[in-house]
């Protein structure tokens, strides 16, 4: 059959490029719900089994806030930091060509390939006071290890990719021809970048640096070398999760993780419907 001819027939007789739609929607299914819902579900149910006001004491335990403060803090500077850095290293991937381009491309990826723990001592080695980049700071008095700090930077580590990748294609499709209009209607460079690319990015720019954030507050590996989880000061809230485990104390554990998925799930849906929001402004009636 010819494609005009698989083009023109009724829609209920037109033959699928890519057969078996059921038994691949089924395997996807079955994928998220075992994998993926199972878990969180059975995590929600057993914040559930505390109840609320048990619930909120182990929240507002002080150990349990300040761990959830150093977690929130130190994501939002991380986030920060990918948002600038993320967004210069897509554009330079994209608009710009150089030896070792590609080799620098591919390196974006590291990240997600290497085990965080081995970042983490990484790390750890580099900024210590004989490191690499500590004995540098060190002179001026500034310390990173065991500090606010290295947990931020732990966490920008492991979550740049998102940002870098979330941007990146979008610039790659962007039509030239809509700059080279603007710059004809006598746009400045800086009002080309604010008028037409940054409308154009945004979208994905937000769900980057949000699924950054949401990588950052679940983060253990890359951090808990560099932090020295000290309590009170540097101990991040998954670490405090895994050591109610370790003390059978299930319910804390339930509840520190259950506050921050939702913390995650809230930025999620939110970053979503701005993303969608701004996605139906940019559409012409």
């Known amino acids: 059959m010819s494609v005009a001819a698989v083009i023109d027939a009724p829609a209920g007789r ?19 719900g075992i994998i993926v819902l199972l878990p969180v579900i059975a995590l929600f149910l057993k914040g559930a089994e505390i109840g609320p006001v048990r619930f909120w ?9 300040a761990a959830l403060r150093l977690t929130v803090t130190a994501a939002a500077l991380a986030t920060a930091f990918n948002a600038l850095y ?3 290293m897509a554009w330079v991937l994209v608009r710009y060509r150089f030896p070792g381009r590609r080799l620098l491309d591919a390196m974006m990826d590291i990240p997600f390939a290497l085990p965080t723990a081995v970042a983490g001592l990484a790390l750890t080695a580099l900024f210590s006071q004989n490191g690499w980049y500590g004995q540098l700071l060190a002179p001026a008095g500034v310390s990173v290890v065991y500090t606010i700090w290295g947990v931020a930077i732990a966490m920008s580590f492991t ?4 940002v870098v990748r979330t941007v990146q294609p979008i610039l790659e499709d962007l039509d030239p021809g809509l700059e080279e209009a603007a710059r004809t209607l ?4 800086f009002q080309i970048f604010a ?8 979208p994905a720019f937000l769900i980057g640096t949000t699924i950054g954030f949401a990588r950052s507050l679940g983060e253990f590996g ?9 309590p009170m000061k540097t101990e991040i809230a998954s670490l405090l999760a895994v050591i109610r485990l370790e003390e059978y104390d299930y319910n804390g554990a339930a509840a520190i993780a259950l506050t921050l998925v939702a913390i995650a799930l809230v930025l999620l849906v939110l970053s979503n419907w701005l993303q969608s929001r701004l996605t139906r402004r940019r559409v012409p009636a």
């Not at 008028?195 to 945004?202: C, G, Q």
């Open 57 to 65: 004491d182990i929240v507002i335990a002080p150990r349990t806030l």
């Open 86 to 88: 993320g967004l210069l």
């Open 222 to 230: 890359a951090v808990i070398f560099i932090a020295g989880n000290l």
């Open 159 to 162: 979550s740049i990719p998102f």
């Open 186 to 189: 006598g746009a400045s460079p």
């Open 14 to 32: 037109q033959r699928r490029v890519l057969p078996g739609f059921g038994l691949t929607m089924g395997v996807t299914l079955t994928y998220v």
């Open 195 to 202: 008028k037409v690319i940054v409308p154009a990015i945004l």
